[in-house]
């Protein structure tokens, strides 16, 4: 299975879920996302699909592949229980919230619900 978004294609394989760049920006987020996971401690991780590996200059991400999240689990377990607040701002070098509001950025892993597109970058 193959997606394209504005900056980005993911083909997800078996446990896998590679993202290639489509532009600048996409390279861009996908070092983002392989950075955010790397400097972030471990209650924040929870809350993040895990990438694997981020080829050099970010043309290639490679991550564990979620379970796709409906509309009605994403109101539910994401929206309405507070996920994307439990991020919380931690001062002086916080990214603040990486999160998209959307149900398409979100995925089941492990039993619980994580970001798959966190690299919302203003």
């Known amino acids: ?3 394209f978004g504005t ?3 993911v083909l997800c394989v078996g446990p896998l879920a590679i ?3 489509r532009s600048a920006d996409g390279a861009r987020g996908n070092r983002y996302e392989a950075d955010l996971y790397r400097r972030s401690d471990q209650d924040h ?3 993040l699909c895990p990438p694997l590996y981020c080829f050099p ?3 290639v991400l490679v991550m564990r592949r979620s379970r796709p999240m409906t509309k009605a689990d994403y109101r ?3 929206h309405d229980a507070g996920v994307m607040h439990r991020w919380g701002y931690r001062g002086s070098g916080d990214d ?3 999160f998209e509001p959307k149900a398409d950025a979100w995925g089941w892993l492990d039993g619980r619900p994580v970001a798959i597109d966190y690299a ?3």
Do not use: C, E, N, W
């Open 45 to 47: 991780r929870q809350l």
């Open 120 to 122: 919302y970058l203003d």
């Open 19 to 21: 993202k290639f760049a």
């Open 96 to 98: 603040g919230s990486p």
């Open 76 to 78: 539910l377990h994401v």
């Open 57 to 59: 200059l970010g043309a």
């Open 1 to 3: 299975m193959i997606k």
């Open 7 to 9: 900056t980005r294609a």
